[in-house]
């Protein structure tokens, strides 16, 4: 593989069901960001890591949880999942999150609909 | 609180040229990002400013004033693959990306 990749493309999720959505990197990017996007809005970020074993909060953490175990993966999960969780979700990465032209690559998303 | 403002939707006629506007409210600047996002797809980097003054990459061009907060990307002899949305995304004083909503970019035969 060549970039980031998601899993899954799609998903139909029932309410209260929890979900795990897969991002996986293979640019040896110390930086890692979970993002959503929703129609009329900007991307807002929901969890990001500087670096393997590292996490932090974003703009819009509630109900999300993420985990750094090594510097390729970084998972995204909705323990109990609510119909405004409803979104596309995308995962990025870059080779750090210092500053300069610094610019994120973005895997090809998550479309998650709950019902 | 941070913004960054864009316009929703324009349209353009093939061949023609057209620019983005994009003005920005932020708690600190360490760049500002343009990307391009067709339908169902994901953001790709297109430019990148962080001095004042004109970014030029063959077709598309970025400019960016800092006393202004503002930027613009000019697209010029438009084709019908630049049909897309172009967001703007300026990194504050922690480095995160602040997005804007995106303009969505429609251009006509």
């Known amino acids: 593989i060549a970039g980031i990749t998601q899993a899954p493309t799609s998903q139909i999720l029932a309410a209260g069901r929890r979900m795990t959505l897969r991002c996986t990197q293979d640019?040896?990017?110390?930086?890692m960001y979970w993002y959503r996007q929703d129609l009329g809005l900007g991307l807002r970020l929901i969890h990001y890591s500087n670096t393997a074993g590292t996490t932090g909060k974003g703009e819009v953490p509630d109900g999300y949880s993420v985990s750094r175990a090594n510097t390729d993966d970084f998972p995204l999960t909705l323990a109990s999942a609510v119909p405004s969780q409803t979104s596309v979700y995308f995962c990025?990465?870059?080779?750090?999150?210092?500053?300069?032209?610094?610019?994120?690559?973005f895997g090809p998303g998550t479309r998650l609909t709950v019902l | 609180g941070q913004n960054i403002d864009q316009p929703t939707e324009m349209t353009a006629t093939e061949g023609a040229i057209v620019q983005i506007n994009c003005t920005y409210q932020t708690s600190g600047f360490n760049g500002l990002f343009w990307y391009q996002q067709h339908a169902g797809e994901a953001p790709t980097f297109l430019s990148y400013n962080v001095l004042d003054g004109l970014e030029e990459k063959g077709r598309f061009s970025s400019f960016l004033s800092r006393s202004k907060g503002y930027s613009y990307l000019l697209l010029k002899e438009l084709q019908m693959k630049d049909s897309a949305s172009y967001l703007c995304a300026v990194m504050d004083s922690n480095y995160q990306l602040i997005w804007g909503a995106g303009t969505k970019l429609i251009i006509k035969p």
């Open positions: 990025a990465s870059s080779i750090s999150t210092s500053g300069g032209r610094n610019e994120q690559f």
């Open positions: 640019m040896r990017h110390n930086a």
